[in-house]
């Protein structure tokens, strides 16, 4: 099967002749033909022994890059792996309704912190309340800003295990094999967090609106959004994950080591 690299190093230079590309687009693709190739820096590896010689040359480390990124991956793995607890885990995202995309694209990182905050503060407050499960959890949370189309999709991806530390500390409290919160619930906390803190920094005027949305710039206008967002259910999917906690990594792994353009999503997308 054809690779990335390979397809850009054919036809890179007449796609970028004929379609034209930003700086940053250039760079990456510049990039990725050239890594672990003549054109980057090399190192020679010679045997003590019998003076062979092996040249590897350098990779490019752009975080685009399939080849970079599978190495990473793996370190990255191995690094995880090690904190994994002994039980079951759930994979839970969280998922910013579409109404909220253009705020999101032009403020990635306000509205990206507030993801992290409101999905967050929504796993550990409602796993601490007995009413649920009475207690502290941990875990690793991930973020996504674009979908299995390559369309802009902001949402977070966490791992948590089915569990915590009891609040005194002296026991851990297993949840349910297959359920941990109702999505229902998580949902409903979530958008109410997401769009409290939404109007906290609306109000202190640290919002950028331009193009299609600088009608929101007045504050009415803004108001109906809000009101409108809290009157629609936020979507939060939960799943257990009823495989080995490594497995539970690896999958994760795809997620934060995975490059937006791979030769899979062009296969689906029929682009090749
Ligand atoms: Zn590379
Ligand atoms: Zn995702």
Redesign the pocket.
Known sequence: MADIQSIFKEYGTLYREKYGVTNNQAKVMKAIESCRTSALNAHVHTCNECGHEVISYNSCRNRHCPQCQDFKREQWLNKQEQSLLLTHYFHV?FTLPQELRSITLFNQEKIYNLLFKAACETLLELSSDPKHLGANIGFSAIL?TW?QNLMFHP?I?CILPGGGLAMNNTRFIHTKKKFFIHVKVLGSVFGGKFLFYLNRIYANNELNFFGDIDYLQYPRNFQELIDFLYSIPWNVNSKPNLKKPSHVMKYLGN?THRVAISIIVLLRLKMI
């Open positions: 995202v996504h979908g949402h991806h997620y």
